[in-house]
């Protein structure tokens, strides 16, 4: 689709810009007297993204009429729920990891998402992280005998 | 010879072929798991080797970086979820022939590509590695720098349907790889005052997140589909979609050369790695190839091409080790550490102190390439099985090894939020058809790229009319440029036509 490819070459020009403008100069610092600038790949790769969004803004807005690569609805209604849901289950993991229960976080990780995606049988709910719990454990612990957590 | 005679009479022991089968079937399984790649599996196993024999150690660790480079293939090929970043061209024709019933056909052409570019390509190492040491010093840092910009030059206009936003991406992935304590003035660069990124961003939590979390979450929103078209796909009943037939063995074993080659030319020159010689591979095979078009729905050919590709790399990357003790991929820098330990330094003069060694680690190595067809072949019907489970039991299982996968690299969450964070660009890069392969081979190459622009433009003291003394970097630079052009035309020659046929269909629909 012709919008999206120009607003993502809109917002990678800018984010570019911004990059060379502000971020690299501010977080890094200038070399000694007789060292190449550490700013300089750093600086040369963003130059190309600006120039290249550039350039796919110029061929989008020419190229108007024409097919694009892109499909109608580049972001599909299902896709973004999922996306949501997947961070929701990845946020309620990490919060129980940083409460000290890796067993926890690891169960919620693969219950959460199994229910998410419509898995109601409760054997599967029970067996499938606890399965997968313990095929780590054996694997890491016991085999190659090394802690992971 | 002789010593390599007398090393297979070392190595054809029942001890040290089990501890081969070992370290084959160990990494076939590592491999097969998303972000449990050979350089993990290596690593980890590096303890394990401590109360082995010499002989017996190197061989489980070479059995188990060869066996994790196939076993990557059967991830890629079943739940398109490359067990490494090298293994992505794979899915991209592997996965539609698993969706089409001929899972079985596809792992077997992977495996036998493998095994295939695996063994010609220690071939290649045997021959080469001592006579090259001379030659290799001639690519110095202009002319390698030149051979890194044709590269991604090269992969960034054939990955993805634009060149512009494939080189957009691989500008990203140099970006995202200058992150960290820069190695010559020790000045932290974007690192927003973060220590855990002071040594930059790790590429194996980034892989995972971009490659497979990014596909979990697209597959999660077309759970429903995907299962309802895996209900109709049964693995076909005909024998032919079961096993690889005459006609595609005469079709494949020239891309099986080809790409054997390009995996042992891309091994030798160290920097580029895996992925670039299986994305080389398939745009080359994509190219040469009479339908062009019809790659990325199931043509046999290009699982080949990146197969064969992606494990001739491993054998020939111990070329410039074993030459010049300069490590031509991150297993072979692993490497270096476990022979160092077992008492064989890598360089050339391992060849003059040690030969007997030498010849023990090449027979090891053939025997690991026959052990792993046998292995593979075994084992593919168990993981053709994953084909009829349920996606939505599937992704729970990816997603959590994943982040074990990724929580392995640093033990520390950091690795779980760049994970995530590279998720979710992968995800945007994926829907707006920005390649995010190109974006991670820029990431890998860039350190090198980087290094050698600085060397070379103190080289050439910041003169271009210094260049013409290094004949290879003009020819390269010149190759870029081609390149440039010729996939730019190419690619508006496809668009050309492409609007040719949708014209007549915009006016009937406008009547």
């Not at chain 2, 790399?313 to 010049?324: D, G, K, N, W, Y």
């Amino acid at each position: 689709m012709e919008r999206a490819d120009l607003i993502s070459g809109v917002v990678l020009a800018v984010f570019g810009l911004m990059m060379l403008a502000f971020v690299i100069p501010m977080q890094i610092e200038q070399a000694p007297e007789g060292y190449v600038s550490p700013r300089l790949v750093p600086n040369l790769a963003m130059i190309v993204v600006v120039g290249l969004s550039a350039l796919l803004i110029v061929k989008t807005l020419r190229q108007t009429q024409k097919p694009t690569s892109l499909p109608e609805i580049v972001f599909s209604r299902s896709e973004m729920m999922a996306l949501l849901k997947i961070s929701t289950v990845f946020a309620v993991a990490l919060v129980l990891f940083w409460l000290g229960t890796p067993l926890g976080a690891g169960v919620v990780l693969v219950a959460g998402t199994l229910i998410f995606l419509g898995e109601r049988r409760p054997l599967i709910l029970t067996l499938m992280p606890a399965g997968l719990l313990l095929a780590i454990w054996v694997l890491f612990y016991k085999v190659l005998g090394t802690a992971i957590v | 010879m002789e010593h390599l005679l007398v090393g297979f009479q070392n190595v054809l022991t029942p001890v040290t072929l089990f501890w081969v089968t070992v370290g084959v079937t160990l990494g076939y399984v590592l491999g097969a798991l998303p972000g449990l790649g050979k350089a993990t599996g290596v690593a980890v196993a590096i303890p394990m080797t401590f109360y082995l024999q010499p002989v017996a150690a190197i061989a489980l660790l070479i059995g188990i970086a060869k066996g994790s480079a196939a076993g990557s293939a059967v991830s890629a090929i079943l739940l398109n979820t490359p067990g490494e970043p090298s293994s992505a061209p794979t899915a991209l024709d592997g996965y539609p022939l698993a969706r089409q019933g001929k899972a079985q056909k596809a792992l077997k052409m992977g495996l036998f590509a493998s095994v295939i570019g695996d063994f010609l390509s220690t071939l290649v190492l045997i021959a080469l590695a001592a006579p090259l040491a001379r030659y290799a010093l001639l690519i110095g840092p202009v002319e390698l720098c030149a051979i890194l910009l044709f590269s991604l030059t090269f992969i960034g206009g054939l990955a993805g349907r634009s060149m512009l936003k494939g080189l957009i991406a691989a500008a990203f992935g140099v970006f995202f790889a200058t992150i960290g304590i820069e190695t010559e003035t020790f000045i932290p660069r974007m690192t927003f005052g973060l220590l855990e990124l002071d040594d930059g961003i790790s590429l194996i939590p980034m892989a995972i997140g971009m490659l497979a979390i990014s596909e979990m979450v697209i597959q999660a929103g077309n759970a429903r589909k995907i299962d309802s078209e895996a209900e109709k796909i049964k693995e076909s009943a005909s024998p032919d979609d079961r096993r690889v037939t005459l006609a595609e063995w005469r079709r494949c074993l020239p891309v099986i050369g080809r790409g054997t080659l390009i995996g042992s030319v891309v091994g030798i020159l160290p920097g580029l790695g895996a992925s670039v010689g299986s994305f080389l591979s398939y745009g080359a095979t994509q190219r040469a190839s009479k339908a062009p078009e019809k790659f990325g729905t199931g043509m046999i050919e290009g699982v080949a091409a990146a197969e064969s590709a992606d494990n001739a790399v491993v054998p020939a990357s111990f070329v410039p080790l074993f030459a010049l003790g300069i490590p031509g991929s991150v297993v072979a820098a692993i490497l270096i550490s476990a022979l160092v330990l077992h008492g064989l330094t890598p360089g050339p003069m391992m060849f003059v102190e040690q030969p007997q060694m030498v010849a023990d680690l090449y027979a090891a190595m053939l025997c690991a390439s026959l052990i792993l067809l046998i292995v593979g072949y075994t084992g593919q019907r168990i993981f053709a099985q994953v084909i009829h489970v349920p996606i939505r039991l599937i992704i729970p299982a990816v997603l959590f090894l994943c982040c074990v996968g990724a929580y392995m690299d640093t033990n520390t969450l950091f690795s779980i939020y760049l994970m995530l964070g590279f998720a979710l660009l992968g995800f945007f890069a994926r829907k707006l058809d920005f390649s995010f392969v190109t974006f991670l081979i820029g990431f890998v190459i860039g350190p090198n790229l980087e290094l050698t622009f600085r060397q070379s433009l103190q080289i050439l003291d910041h003169d271009v009319m210094r260049l013409p003394a290094h004949p290879i970097a003009i020819l390269f630079a010149v190759l870029t440029i081609l390149t440039v052009v010729w996939i730019n035309r190419s690619n508006n020659r496809h668009a050309a036509q492409k609007t040719a046929l949708a014209g007549p269909t915009t006016k009937q629909s406008q009547i």
